[in-house]
């Protein structure tokens, strides 16, 4: 599931680590590639076959030696889920940030 994905690059990128693996789903690889084309990771590959499917996610981190993710924030949650309709949708970070959503 996405939120496990993101909060797995989140701790990863809190410790310094260069890469972190994580169970394969087709959102999770279309997530990752929002996440390389807007340049927060640095490349992704899966691996294994079958149920062992896993993404092998190589971080970025920028010159100040912090991640490029600076924050994630989950507004909907599978014990809450949340509907917006498209009139209510802000800019993020004053147009600096971007959010990713999903549709039913």
Excluded at 68 to 85: D, E, H, N
């Amino acid at each position: 599931m996405y939120i496990d994905l993101l909060t797995k690059i989140k701790n990863a990128q809190a410790v310094k680590k260069e890469t972190v693996k994580s169970a394969y789903s087709k959102m999770d690889e279309r997530i990752l590639k929002i996440l390389l084309s807007k340049g927060y990771i640095s490349g992704f590959e899966k691996k294994g076959k079958g149920a062992k499917r896993v993404f092998d996610i190589q971080l970025k981190y920028e010159k100040n030696n912090g991640g490029a993710i600076t924050g994630i924030k989950f507004v909907s949650k599978p014990s809450r889920k949340m509907y917006i309709g498209y009139k209510d949708i802000r800019p993020i970070k004053s147009g600096y940030g971007f959010m990713v959503i999903s549709t039913p």
